[in-house]
């Protein structure tokens, strides 16, 4: 079988759920040589590189907190020992973060930039070196719909959405001309775990109420599925989309159109 991913070794942070766990082993069919899967959550990583090992993948589940700096140089530390190298990095990971600027508190604003921000820079960081040197890599990162139109009572998290878009310009800016493409995913709301305590608030304690106060903001009807993201973080990683970099994708069903 000939896969998109071919040989490949890949990192996805946010791997034990979600997006990131449909990446993963997105990824491994598509025949990535192994797959990092990286989580704060050991169990759910175990079970995203079980999956993958089941369906005859290569995976290895790494628990961390790439918020740490510390920690984030251990996963890739462990990476580079068993696979000798780094072609794709998935900075899937993240954290919402509730809060008009009014409400947010001070640790609201902190753990969305510690996560979502400075996440992203780290375990870009951790591999920059490693892709430059071996002249090829893609770095795909996690923006949101919150990074190109306000969402009301999200301040923090818009806020840290955006710093992930101006990172990803500057990340390509700097290491395109070594052959490594940096990219941004802008999904719309998808139904994950991450996205059940935001929906249930905003339906005052309701979950259905909220997740059909959201629907009503995506012309396409529905909210998006993991599988749906992962395609295009695929595209992303893959030479398919050889000639981008620098580029901020909405896979959003048309939320941010209007
Ligand atoms: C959390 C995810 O990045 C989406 S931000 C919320 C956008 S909306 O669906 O509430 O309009």
Known sequence: MTGRLDGKIAVV????S???RAAATLFAREGAAAVAVVDLAEAAARETAAAIEAAGGT?????????DPG?????????????GTVDVLYNNAGVNSAGSVTDATDDDW???????ARGTFLCSRAVARTMTAAGHGSIINQGSV???????????YC?????????????????????VRVNVICPGTVYTPLMEPMLTARGGGDLARGLAMTTV????????????????????ASDDSSFMTGSVIAADGGMTAG
């Open 110 to 116: 902190e753990r969305a930039f510690a996560v979502n």
């Open 13 to 16: 942070t946010g791997a034990g």
């Open 159 to 179: 806020a840290s959405k955006g710093a992930v878009v101006a990172l990803t310009r500057s990340m390509a800016i700097d290491l395109s001309p070594h052959g």
């Open 71 to 83: 920690q984030v140089e251990a996963v890739f530390d462990a990476v580079l020992r068993d696979f």
């Open 217 to 236: 903001k995506y012309p396409i009807g529905r909210l998006g599925t993991p599988e749906e993201i992962a395609a295009v973080a695929l595209f992303l």
């Open 146 to 156: 919150a990074a190109l139109v306000g969402v009301a009572n999200f301040a923090s």
């Open 18 to 20: 979600g997006i990131g």
């Open 59 to 67: 995976a290895r589940a790494i628990s961390a907190d790439i918020s």
